[in-house]
C-alpha cells in the first residue's frame, strides 16, 4: 500500500518476514486501535478532516475493536499492524475517506504511543506481583519472629539471627524495586503523539488533547525526540533486571535452603519436581528457574542498551528490534514474580533444624565478644582473638559448642592476654545460647522481635500505600479508555 | 591482625593481592576515616566506651584525616583500608584502647556506608557535568533557531527541520538522565552503620545519630539488607549507562556530521586529531571515544549484575569486586560528560551546507503531500502516493528538486489518480520551501523557531532548578562534615 | 507419571507452564526420537532388555517418527517432550513394556543429546549461509576491482582505496566467523548419552554404540560434565554473537553509503521500505534489522553466560532456559546471513559518485607525502607535515583538491621547511590521481587491482573447501539418521 | 608533532587526557620497539631509506629498549605510545633522520601488531595457569578415587559418586576451555603490519619479511581489515569469559562444600579470611572471588561487544578503548586460574563426612530401582515408582536410610503394584551401599575407581601435550625476539 509512489513492490518473503514486525504488534493491537480512534477524534474537533469522514473512519475503527485482532490481516508483507489497521480502515470505508486516516501522524509517533500504553498497564500488572511477593514474605515473616535460624555471611555461619529477619530483608529490597518500576512508568507515561514522522507537522493538531483521550498526563514535547527516545525501555528493563536479581538472590537461598545439608525449609510438592530417574529428589524447579531468569533479563537489558548505542536520533528501524526484549522482559519478570509468590505463600520452616544449626555453628561468637568487652573490660579486638582462639582449639578437639564452658573460654585468655578475666558461668552460657542472643539484638533493624515487629508493620503499610497507588492508576487508565470508546460511539451514531 | 586467634597467617602474597581491595579503596578513605568519627562519637554518648578512650581514639582519626591516605601502610596483607585504618589508630593509642575502635560495627556496614558516602559526592558531580552539558545544548540551539537542516529518519533525509530541534531533541533526553541519577542519589542516601555484620548488636547503639553526623536523613533499616544490598549500585551504574547511550547517540551524529560528506558542523581543533600518516585528516576523536564509552559502561553494568545474580543474602566477598566496577562507571561518564559539554561549547554548524541538503533531498516532500490533503482536498494516502511518484521519477531522471514545478506534479497526480489537480504553482513553490515548511510546522514540541524558543526556556528553567537542587545537597553535605570535625575537635582538645 | 511415588500432584497451571520446558522443546522432537531409538537398540544388543519389548518399543516410536510432534501430548503439566515421548510410548504399548525406555538413561543426559543434535545441523545450516555471503561479498568485489572509492578512517576520507577493497576486508572477517563457527560445531560434537542423571549407570551399556548411531564421532566422556556443561552453547553463541557484530559492521555502511550524503551505492527497491507518511524515503530496512541483530545476539550471549555463572556441576534446570537463548541465537544469525546474502548479490555501487569523492577530499594526500619522500627526499615527517599545510590553507581558502598545483606545494614547503623542493609538475599530478594512487598500492592485501585480484581468487578457494566440508558433515549426518531408521526398521517387521 | 601542519595545538588537557591512550599503552611498550626495529631493518633492505639512515634509527631504538618506557615522556598530549616513541627516536637523531621511521607505516597497523605480540604471550600465560589448575586438580582426583561423596543434580543429593568423578568434570571443562584459548591465540597470531593507515602504501615493502622479524607465521591479508578487526580480541574475551564461567562453578562449590552445612572440605587457612567481628568464620574468600571475576569477564565481553558493533569498516578511535576490557580480562582470568591452582593444591576433603552425607540421603535409590530391573523384572518406570514410594514413607516418618529394610521395598511394591517382588534381603543390601554402588557404575566416564583412574590417565597425557605446545609457542616468541635483537646489534655496529 505504502509502495505505490515510490518503490516496487517485494518480491521476497523472506525479506518480508526479516524486516516485519507483524508477529510482535499483535500486543499492541487495542492500543493502536485506540490511538487511531483518539487521533481522528481530534482531526474532526479542528476540522482537519469532515465530521463524516471521521465517523465513517471512527466506524471501522470501531468495528474492529470489537472484533478484535483476528479481523486483521497479518501478513508480514503489510510491514506492521499500523498498516494492516489502515488497510482495514480503507477497506470499511473507501480510499478516499480511510486514506485520511493518517493525516498528522506517523507509524513513528504511533507505534512509540502504542508502546507505551501497552507498557504502563504491564508495569502495573508487574507492580501488583511485586507487592503480592512482598505481601507474602512479611506473612511469613509474621509466624516467624521467633523462629531462630543461624544468619550467613560469605556462606559461614555468623550469628544467630530469624527467619522472619531473612524473609524481611528480602521483602525491604524488593520494596525498593517497586519504586525503581515506579519512576519508570512515571517516565514511559507521555505522550508521543503529533510528533508525527519527526518534525511535527503543518496541520493545527492538538497534541494534549490526544494524550488526555489516551490516558496521558503529559506529551513528550520534543518531536525528534518523541520519535526515537528510547530510554523509556532502557529505563523499564534496568528496573525489571535488577528486580529479577534480588529475586535470584531469594531463589538462590531457597535452593540452598531446601537441600539435605541445610534442610531448613520443606518445599511444597507443588512447587518441587521428581527426577525422571532418581526417586528419592524434590528438585526446587521454582526456585531454579527464577533464578536463572535474572542471566535472561540481564540479556534482554544488554541487547537493549547496545541496539541504542550510537544510533542516530530520531527513528532507525532498529528500534523496531527492541521493542520484543522489553516485552520479553516484562512477561518473565511478572510471571517469575508470580511463580514466587505463591511459592513464599506455601513454603514452611523447620525451626528446630534451623535452631540446632545456629547453635552448633559458633554463631554466637561475637555476642560472647562483645559480652567480654562490656563485663569484664576487654577492648573488642582482644575479645575478638580470644574467642577466636577458644573456637579454634574446638574445632580442632571436635568439641561442639555446647560442650564448652567458661573454662575454655579463660584458657585462650591466658593464651592470648597471658591472663584470665573475670565473667561467670552464668554470662558465659548467656552470651553462647542462642534466643538470648537474638533478644539481645535490639538494634534498630535487627533481628530481635519486638524490632522486626516494627519492620513488618512499617513494610506492610508501605505496601498497602503503594498498592492504593497502583489500583489508582489502573483505574484511571480504564476511565481513560471507557471514555474514548463512549465519545467514540456518540460520533458513530 | 584479625588472624591471630581463628587462622594462621598468611603465607602467599599472591593470594593477598588476589582477595585485598586496598587498592580501590583508597577511593574511600576520607569517608572511612569519617565514619569512625562518627562511630566513636556516638558509642562515648552512648557510654559504650569510655569518654577518655573516644579521645584518644579521636585523636588518632584527626591525625590520619590531616595526614591523608599517605599515612597508612596499604599492603595487601591487611585486607583492605578498615584494617589499616584500625592498625593506625592501634598504633597510635595502643592496643587497650584502639582496639575499641571496632565496637559494635564491622566492615561489613562500614564499607556500605563508605561507598555510599562517596558515592552521592560522586553523582553530584556527574549531575552537574550532565547540567552543564544541557546548558550548552540549549545555549547552542538558541542561536540556531533558524538553521535550517535536514531532518532524518533511518538516515534518510526525510523533512526539513532546524539544527536548534535537534539540540533539543538531545538536551530532553539528557534532562530524563538527570533525573534518573537525581533518582539513584536518593536511593543510595541511606545509611547501614550500625548493621555491623548482618545482624545488628547488642549494644545499645544509636543509628540515626551516626547517620546524621554522616549527613545522612535515612537508615538502611533491616540489618541483612543493609550489608548485602548492593542495588543502589545496580541502579545507579543503570542510570549512567543509559545517560551514556544517549550521549554516544549525540556522538556519532557529530562523527556523521563531521564527515566530509555531510559536512554539516566544524569541528573545533582542540577536540580533533590528525592522523600519523594522512596529514588532510581531522578525526573527531572526542566524538569517538564518548560513542564507544557507551559500551564499556554497558560491560560495567553487566558486570555488576552478574556479580549479583543468586548470590545469598548478606555479605559476601564477591561484593568487592562489584564496586571498582562502579566507580569506573562515574568516572567514564563524568570525564565523557566534561569532554563533550566542551565540544558542544564549541562546535559550529555550517548553515548554508546544512540548508542546501535540506533543499536538495526532497525533504519537503510531506508537506506538499499534507498540502494536497490541505488544498486540493485528496486523502492523505493519496497525496503521498502523488508525491511519491513524482519524486521517483525525479530520481530516475537525474532532477533536482528544484528543478520540479507544478507541472510535475500534475504529472505524477495523472499517472496515480488518473486526473489532474487545482493546486496554485505558488501553493506548490511555498510547500517545496524548506524555510517556510519549517515555520509552518507551529506542533508543540516541534521545530517552528517560536515554539523551539519555548523548549529553550523550559528547558532551562528545568536546568536552573535542578542545579540549585545539586548545590543545596552539596551543601548540605559539606555542612556535615564541618560539623563531624568540629565535634572531633572539641572532644580532642 | 514421575508424580506418583515421591510427590503429590501439581495443582497450579500456572506454575506447570513456568516450569515446563515444552513450548521450546518441540524443535528438539527429532532428535528426542533417534535418541530413544538408538538407546533401544543398544540396550537389546547388549541384552539390558529383551528383544521383543524392544521391537514393541521401537515400533511405537517408529509410529511417533512418522506421525510427527503432533501425535503428542504436549501439555506443560507433562514437564518436557521427554516426558511426553514416553508417554506416548507406554499408550502404544503398555506400562509394562515401555516402562522399560528409560532404563539406564535420564532427560539429563537426553536433553543435552537432543540439543547438540539440533544444534549440529543448525550451525552448518548457519556456516553455510555465511558462506554464501561470502561469496556475494567477492562476486561483486571481483566487479568492482577498479571501482575506486575513498577509504575512511574515523569517518573521515583518508585514501583512495576500492569497492572491491573494502568487500573483501569484510568477506575476511567473516570467514574467520566461519572457522569460529567449525570450532563450535567440534566442541558440539560429542555424544553425552549413557552419562543418565549424572553418574552413568550399573547397566552395561555401551555408550560408543549409542554415540555412533546417532551420527556422532566422540562421546563426552566425564558423566558429569556430560549433563552439566554447556560451553558448547556459550562457545556457539559467542561465535554467532562476533559474526553479528562483523555483519552490523557491513550493515552499518551500507546505511551510510546508501544515505543523500553518501549516495555511493544503490539500495534495490526489495530491501529497501519507504515512510508511511513521507514519500521521498527508501529506508534501507534490511541493513537497519541486521544492524540490530548484533545488539541483540550480544543480550543471548550475556543471558547464557549469567545463566551459568556460579552453578554448580551437574544438571540444574537452569540449563533449560539456557536453550531458548541459543535458538534465538541461531535463527536471528541465519535469518541476518541470508537478508544481507541476498542483498549483497543485489546492490549496485555508483562508481561516479564514489570516484568523485575519493578525488574531492584530499584522499591522495598520504600518497603526495610519500612522493616526497621518494623523491625530493624529504623525511616522511617533514612530508607530512608540508602536505598538511598546503591541505589545511586548501580548506581555509576553499580550493578544491583538483584546484591545487605543484605551487601551492612550493608554497607549504617554503614555510613549514624555510625552503623549496625540487619536484615536477607532472610527478605532483601523478601523486594526487586517486586510480593511479590506487594501481601503486601494490602491497600485499591492498588495493592494486592485480593484488586484489589474488585476494579473491585466495577467498574463493577458502570458501569452495569450506563449502565441501559442510556439506560432507551435513551428509554424514544425514547418513546415519537414514541408516539408524533402516536399523529400527528391521527389528520393526 | 603530528599538529605541525593541519591543526593548531591543543590547548585543554582534560580533553588530551580523554582521548590519549598513553596509560593503557605502557603494556604495549616492548612490541612497539620491536615492530619499529623490524620495520626499520626492512626499509633499510628494501632500499627504501639508506642504510646509514637506518643504523641511526636502530640505535635510538636499541638505547630504548636497553633503558625500557621510563625513557620516554609519556604525557598525554603525545597522544600515544607510538607518537612518543618516534619523539624519543627523532631526539636521539635529528629530526631529517627520525623523521624516516614513520615511513610506510601507521600507528593504525603499528598499534594492532603490538596488541596481537603482547596478547599471544599472555595467552600462552593464561593457558600455562590454565593447564596447571587442571593439572592440580587431576592430582587431587587421583588421591580420591575411592573417597565417596553425593553426587548432586539441583542441589539435591541424586547418587553416590566420587569426590575424583567431581574433579574430573571440572578438569574436562577446562581442558576445552584451553583449547578454546588455542584456538584464539591463533587467530591472533597474524601480523597486520604493512597495512599502514588503511589502503597499504607504495613504498616497495616486504609484509612477510616484517611477520617473520617479529615471529609471525602469518600477516593479515586484507589491509583494511587488518587495521580495522578486532574479532580476536572478541574471540579471546570470549574464551576467557567462557573458562571464568568455568571457575565459577567450581568456585560455587568451593563456597558450598566449605560451609558448615555440607562441611566436606577444609579450607586451608591460606585462602581463607576470618572476619572482623566474628572469630569463629573462616571465609572462603579466594573461592569468592574467583566466583565473581565470571561477572566481570562477562562485563568486559559486553564492553568490547558493544564498542564493535556497527562501527565502520577499518580504524576508529572507539578501538582504542577496546583495548583495556582486553587486558583486563587477561589480568584477571590468569590471576585467578593461579590462585585457584594453588588453593586445589591446598584443599582437603573430608572423607568421612562426605561418605555420610552419600548414605543418608536415599542416593542410592537410583541403583535401587535398577536392581528392581535387573534381579526382580520391573519396568524401570515401575522401579521408579515403588522406590519413590519407600523414600517417600521413610522422610514421612523421619526414619534414615540405614534403617530401611526389604520389608520397606516390599510394602511399598504392594502399594504401588499390587503385588510383592522378590528380591533377597542381601540384594536389597548391596544396592543400597554406597560404595557397592559406586563400583557397579562401570560406565565409560562414569565414577567406578578402575573407570575414573582411566579418564586420569588421559587427561593427564592431554595436559602434558598441551604444556608442550605452550613451552614450544613461548620458545619461538623468545627466537624470535633474540634474533631481531641480534639483527639490529649486527646493523648499529
Known amino acids: 500500500m505504502l509502495r505505490r509512489g515510490r518503490l516496487k513492490p517485494p518480491t521476497d518473503e523472506m525479506i518480508s518476514e526479516y524486516t516485519s514486525s507483524m508477529r510482535a504488534d499483535v500486543r499492541i493491537f487495542k492500543p493502536v486501535v485506540q490511538i487511531n480512534m483518539a487521533h481522528i477524534i481530534m482531526l474532526a474537533e479542528r476540522r482537519i478532516i469532515p465530521e463524516e469522514d471521521a465517523a465513517a473512519i471512527l466506524r471501522a475503527l470501531h468495528e474492529l475493536h470489537e472484533r478484535g485482532v483476528e479481523a486483521l490481516e497479518l501478513r508480514p508483507e503489510l510491514e506492521d499492524i499500523h498498516m494492516a489497521v489502515e488497510k482495514f480502515v480503507i477497506a470499511a470505508t473507501d480510499e478516499e475517506v480511510g ?120 506529551i513528550l514535547e520534543n518531536t525528534i525526540d518523541a520519535v526515537g527516545g528510547r530510554d523509556f525501555a532502557l529505563q523499564t528493563i534496568s528496573a525489571l533486571a535488577i528486580s529479577m536479581v534480588n529475586v535470584s538472590r531469594l531463589a538462590d537461598e531457597l535452593v540452598l535452603w531446601g537441600s539435605a545439608e541445610f534442610d531448613m525449609i520443606e518445599m511444597p510438592d507443588e512447587f518441587a519436581a521428581t527426577s525422571s530417574i532418581m526417586p528419592q529428589k524434590k528438585n526446587p524447579v521454582v526456585a531454579e528457574i527464577a533464578r536463572a531468569k535474572a542471566g535472561r533479563l540481564t540479556g534482554n537489558l544488554v541487547g537493549a542498551l547496545a541496539v541504542m548505542k550510537a544510533l542516530p536520533q530520531s527513528y532507525n528501524l532498529d528500534l523496531q528490534d527492541l521493542t520484543p526484549l522489553l516485552w520479553d522482559a516484562i512477561d518473565q519478570t511478572r510471571d517469575s514474580l508470580k511463580a514466587m509468590s505463591k511459592l513464599m505463600g506455601a513454603i514452611e520452616p523447620k525451626p528446630e533444624v534451623m535452631r540446632e544449626r545456629a547453635e552448633m555453628s559458633f554463631a554466637t561468637a561475637t555476642e560472647l565478644a562483645d559480652t567480654l568487652v562490656r563485663r569484664a573490660g576487654l577492648a573488642f579486638r582482644d575479645a575478638h582473638a580470644v574467642v577466636g582462639r577458644m573456637v579454634a582449639r574446638a574445632v580442632k578437639e571436635h568439641k561442639s559448642p555446647r560442650a564448652l564452658s567458661i573454662e575454655d573460654l579463660q584458657a585462650a585468655c591466658r593464651e592470648i592476654l597471658g591472663k584470665g578475666i573475670s565473667l561467670t558461668e552464668k554470662e558465659f552460657k548467656e552470651a553462647w545460647d542462642a534466643e538470648k542472643c537474638v533478644e539481645a539484638r535490639g538494634t534498630l533493624g535487627g533481628p530481635a522481635p519486638k524490632v522486626i515487629k516494627g519492620q513488618i508493620n512499617q513494610l506492610r503499610r508501605a505496601v498497602k500505600n503503594r498498592e492504593k497507588l497502583v489500583r489508582a492508576r489502573a483505574r484511571a487508565i480504564a476511565k481513560a479508555e471507557t471514555k474514548l470508546l463512549k465519545d467514540v460511539r456518540r460520533r458513530v451514531r
Do not use: W
Request: net charge positive; hydrophobic share 45%.
Open 99 to 218: 486514506g485520511k486516516l493518517h493525516t498528522a501522524k506517523s507509524r513513528n509517533d504511533q507505534v512509540a504511543a502504542a508502546i507505551r500504553m501497552t507498557l504502563r498497564k504491564d508495569l502495573l500488572e508487574v507492580q501488583a506481583a511485586l507487592l503480592e511477593l512482598i505481601g507474602n514474605l512479611i506473612a511469613l515473616a509474621e509466624k516467624n519472629t521467633r523462629t531462630i535460624m543461624p544468619g550467613y555471611t560469605h556462606l559461614q555461619v555468623a550469628e544467630p539471627t530469624t527467619f522472619a529477619h531473612y524473609l524481611v530483608a528480602h521483602a525491604s529490597a524488593f520494596l525498593r524495586d517497586a519504586d525503581r518500576l515506579s519512576h519508570a512508568l512515571e517516565q514511559a507515561s507521555s505522550c508521543p503523539m503529533g510528533a508525527c514522522a519527526l518534525a511535527g507537522t503543518s496541520f493545527p493538531i492538538d497534541r494534549m488533547r490526544v494524550a488526555r483521550l489516551l490516558g496521558f498526563k503529559h
